[in-house]
């Protein structure tokens, strides 16, 4: 099984900030790895997929890089709406596993 | 644009069946959609419990296969998800999730419900 380790855990920041959130694989998954947004009570929302592609809707201040078994979300110029709860996935092979996730608050 | 519902049952006894339900609409269930249970625990993070096919074919998290069944009923347009033998460790929040595009979105789960909370407690 493929183990994903995602830091920080948590993040304060302010509007207008650019923060960056970090997955690392246990092995290379070839950027079959997305990123998402969790607010409390919601759907998730896919921001990123195949590590660095935008999904359709999501806000271009998200990003994601990386390649091999480290990845990356950033967020720039932080919005109100931004604070929520952040996790990548790798789909490179099952069982597909999630990152511990990142909880963005405001500072 | 499709949307996922899930439904369950609220509460369920230990040692009992969990049966979630997630309802598909606005939209088909394409031959290429592979639908996936997920779930988050209290205080934990989310656990990929396994996906079936547009055909039924289905694949199963290790961990859990011994006590699953995912299947799909495409004249219902809903996809089930069975837990047996549940402990209060399956208390959680359960969704559903769209998957299945390996080619551009390489299977990110592009649709997901809003989840159905499940507390397994006597």
């Known amino acids: 099984d493929i183990h994903v380790t995602q830091s920080p855990s948590s993040l304060s920041a302010s509007v207008g900030d650019r923060v960056t959130v970090t997955c690392r694989a246990s092995q290379n998954i070839g950027d079959y790895l997305s990123w998402y947004q969790w607010k409390r009570g919601t759907a998730p929302k896919l921001l990123i997929y195949g590590a660095s592609n935008l999904q359709s809707g999501a806000p271009s201040r998200f990003s994601g890089s990386g390649s091999g078994a480290i990845y990356s979300l950033t967020i720039t110029n932080l919005q109100p709406e931004d604070f929520a709860t952040y996790f990548c996935q790798q789909t490179y092979s099952t069982p597909y596993s999630f990152g511990g996730g990142t909880q963005l608050e405001i500072k | 644009q499709v949307h996922l519902q899930e439904s369950g049952p609220g509460l369920v006894k230990p040692s009992g069946t969990l049966s979630v339900t997630c309802a598909v609409s606005g939209g088909s269930m394409r031959r290429s959609d592979w639908w996936n249970w997920v779930r988050q625990s209290p205080g934990k993070g989310l656990e990929w419990i396994g996906e079936v096919s547009h055909s039924g074919t289905t694949t199963y998290n290790p961990a859990l296969k011994s006590r699953l069944t995912i299947s799909i009923d495409k004249s219902k347009n809903e996809i089930s998800l069975k837990v047996n033998s549940v402990t209060a460790a399956d208390t959680a929040v359960y969704y559903c999730?769209?998957?299945?595009?390996?080619?551009?979105?390489?299977?990110?789960?592009?649709?997901w419900g809003q989840g159905t909370k499940v507390v397994v407690s006597s």
């Open positions: 999730a769209r998957g299945g595009d390996y080619g551009v979105l390489k299977n990110a789960l592009d649709v």
